[in-house]
């Protein structure tokens, strides 16, 4: 069995039917739902907020490329448009982790490489799981509380919206 943790993300057309359809496709892999953040923009700063959510799966025929090719298969439904790194996007999928899989692959690095450093991750995710862990990092609480003020003022939560 495997268990993953994915982000996921919009900022273009409607932000939270695109995350609910994500939701939606993932189906009965589908173990925990956080609640939607509304979040700055990272890496290209001049765009629209997003709405994030962090959703945790389980499949037992699933494997971490698996997780990944499932995620690329939403944002295509999605019609997404790679068009810039870290650019505006109608979804966006990303394999944080998955458990007992590290990866180096160019299109496929676990733990993924920046979930440390990001506020719109670690705030969903430990709203799952408090005592959750990102393998080589720590703890995600600590990991939210070591970043700068500024990056977890941009993360908020919008306990107004929901996902299935």
Do not use: C
């Amino acid at each position: 069995m495997t268990r993953a943790v994915l982000s996921i993300g919009s900022n273009l057309g409607d932000r939270l039917d695109y995350l609910r359809l994500a939701v939606d496709e993932f189906g009965a892999s589908v173990e925990a739902v956080s609640p939607v953040y509304e979040t700055a923009p990272w890496g290209v700063t001049d765009q629209p907020e997003f709405l994030n959510a962090v959703l945790i799966v389980n499949h037992p025929e699933v494997d971490a490329w698996g997780w990944l090719r499932a995620g690329q298969r939403r944002e295509q439904t999605a019609q997404r448009v790679r068009e810039q790194h870290w650019g505006p996007r109608s979804l966006d999928v990303d394999v944080i982790t998955v458990d007992g899989a590290t990866s180096e692959d160019d299109e496929l690095r676990l733990p993924h490489p920046h979930a440390h450093r990001r506020a719109f991750v670690l705030a969903p995710w430990l709203d799952l799981d408090t005592d959750a862990e990102l393998p080589g990092h720590g703890k995600v609480a600590e990991l939210l509380d070591a970043l700068p003020a500024d990056e977890r003022s941009g993360v908020r939560r919008r306990d107004d919206l929901s996902l299935p």
